[in-house]
């Protein structure tokens, strides 16, 4: 089955600068990848997501891309503000099951 | 997007005993799911439920420990049979199918502390 690996585990960066979180996937099969934004004690929510066909999605200061020949794919937050505090999790979807495989998480801390 | 709710939203329960948890969207849905996410950690996938027929568990879990009805596209359930405390845990719902059918929202989730 498929298997995502997320790094890093934890992430602190400063106010204003940049978040870069990363995920690699082991089924070349898998062909939509979601990334949701956990806050403490809510629900896991989508934040934006890319399709095998695309290289690269932006919305506003978040953007992903993908490397489908590397099977990895990527989270960058730009101009990070204190809202951008949370645990992120990339997940990897093979079409023809529809199920979802999550990393491990990302707990990312913007130091005001 | 859709409303999706679930009931109960905490509770704590002995050992042995079972807990039934709903989760109700508010229009039709091809696919709906189940997942655990222990503290701290990611989420694992249960099972599919799928409507009208048996759901489809993954490896680790199995429909005796973890019923799963889905009688209608808008609804189901899932128990926790004979608990122990090794299923104090975060249970989830998803909903697919609402923007593409890859697509999932989660509802809020129900916490289970089991003493």
């Known amino acids: 089955g498929e298997n995502v690996e997320q790094h890093p585990s934890t992430l602190s960066v400063q106010e204003g600068d940049s978040a870069v979180i990363k995920c690699t996937y082991s089924?070349?099969?898998?062909?939509?990848f979601p990334w949701y934004k956990q806050e403490l004690g809510k629900r896991p929510q989508l934040i934006i997501d890319?399709?095998?066909?695309?290289g690269e999605k932006k919305d506003q200061r978040i953007a992903v891309t993908l490397n489908k020949t590397a099977k990895h794919f990527s989270l960058h937050i730009t101009e990070t503000q204190p809202e951008d505090s949370a645990v992120y999790f990339c997940?990897?979807?093979?079409?023809?099951?529809?199920?979802?495989?999550f990393g491990t998480g990302t707990r990312l801390t913007i130091i005001p | 997007s859709a409303v999706i709710s679930q009931k109960p939203s905490r509770d704590i329960c002995q050992r042995g005993t079972s807990l039934t948890i709903q989760c109700q969207v508010d229009?039709?849905?091809?696919?709906m799911f189940w997942y655990r996410q222990q503290p701290g950690q990611s989420l694992t996938l249960i099972a599919t439920?799928?409507?009208?027929?048996?759901?489809?568990?993954e490896s680790g879990f199995v429909i005796d420990k973890f019923p799963i009805s889905r009688p209608n596209l808008t609804f189901s359930t899932l128990t926790v049979s004979n608990m122990s405390p090794e299923d104090s845990s975060i249970y989830l719902c998803?909903?697919?199918?609402?923007?593409?059918?890859?697509?999932?929202?989660f509802g809020p989730g129900t916490r289970l502390l089991v003493l």
């Open positions: 229009s039709q849905v091809t696919m």
């Open positions: 089924d070349s099969a898998s062909n939509y």
């Open positions: 998803s909903v697919g199918g609402l923007a593409g059918l890859e697509t999932q929202y």
């Open positions: 890319i399709r095998s066909n695309v």
């Open positions: 997940a990897a979807v093979n079409f023809g099951n529809e199920k979802l495989t």
């Open positions: 439920a799928n409507q009208g027929s048996e759901a489809t568990y």
